[in-house]
């Protein structure tokens, strides 16, 4: 049975739903193998204009399934990181895609499920939502690019804070703290608004804008982020719609 479902409108809006809900959507191998397959999919599809990821039931994703990765001590650490790496491709394709991506959190986003949220763009919190780094509260390092989403989220000093405690955060912390927008009654419906808004912009110049975006986050040189600005907005700058506005300014 498959862990997830993706639905794309006549907008190019695709929504990626996580389907296991008695298991609060934790995310063992064949969920995250579903989950890259279905990102590839959607990496080659043109028409594609925004994602929203969100999980069926009371949960977004519990996190990681506990028994399948790490049930059998007896692996080596060389072939546990191997498919650990495997593994956190689910969440990292996902925060490679060139166009928005949004998170509808609708419940607990813990472990394995904060790093899904995290590798979009931008995350939508509805009422329940609560986001945990619980790695280090049950003996496990953190994994999956947390370190790196959250020291950018939160700062330094903020984010070992967490990571050290592994405490739950409820929606108003996250709110405060950065890490999502809201709390919204619906974070779904609200999320597909969002997406569809992100629709209505060219996917080109949505996509280079979303780059840049990237590139500002990654390195702390102006003259990087300008190099493409000045790249991207030449690009852009033969688009019918600019020239629209360009002809009512000359008249």
């Not at 639905?7 to 193998?33: I, S, Y």
């Not at 931008?122 to 370190?147: N, Q, V």
Request: net charge negative.
């Amino acid at each position: 049975m498959s862990k997830l479902t993706v639905a794309v409108d006549a907008q190019g809006v695709a929504t990626m739903t996580l389907t296991d809900p008695d298991r609060r959507n934790a995310m063992g191998h064949e969920m995250a193998g579903e989950m890259i397959a279905a990102v590839a999919d959607l990496h080659e599809d043109r028409d594609i204009r925004a994602l929203v990821i969100t999980g069926e039931g009371k949960g977004f994703c519990a996190g990681a399934d506990l028994p399948q990765l790490f049930g059998n001590p007896e692996r080596g650490v060389a072939d546990m990181r191997e498919e650990l790496q495997g593994y956190y491709q689910a969440f990292l394709a996902v925060h490679e895609l060139p166009f928005p991506t949004i998170a509808a959190v609708n419940g607990a986003a813990v472990g394995a499920g904060l790093n899904l949220a995290m590798a979009c763009d931008i995350r939508i919190a509805g009422t329940y939502a609560t986001f945990g780094a619980t790695f280090a509260k049950i003996g496990l390092h953190p994994g999956g690019g947390c370190t790196w989403f959250l020291v950018r989220a939160m700062g330094a000093s903020r984010a070992l804070r967490t990571l050290l405690l592994g405490d739950l955060l409820d929606v108003q912390e996250a709110v405060e703290l950065g890490l999502a927008e809201g709390p919204e009654k619906d974070c779904v419906a609200v999320a597909g608004e969002l997406a569809h808004r992100f629709a209505d912009v060219d996917p080109q110049l949505a996509r280079h804008i979303k780059r840049s975006v990237g590139i500002a986050v990654e390195t702390d040189d102006l003259g990087a982020v300008l190099e493409y600005e000045s790249w991207a907005q030449a690009s852009s700058a033969t688009s019918e719609q600019l020239q629209q506005w360009v002809a009512k300014f000359s008249s």
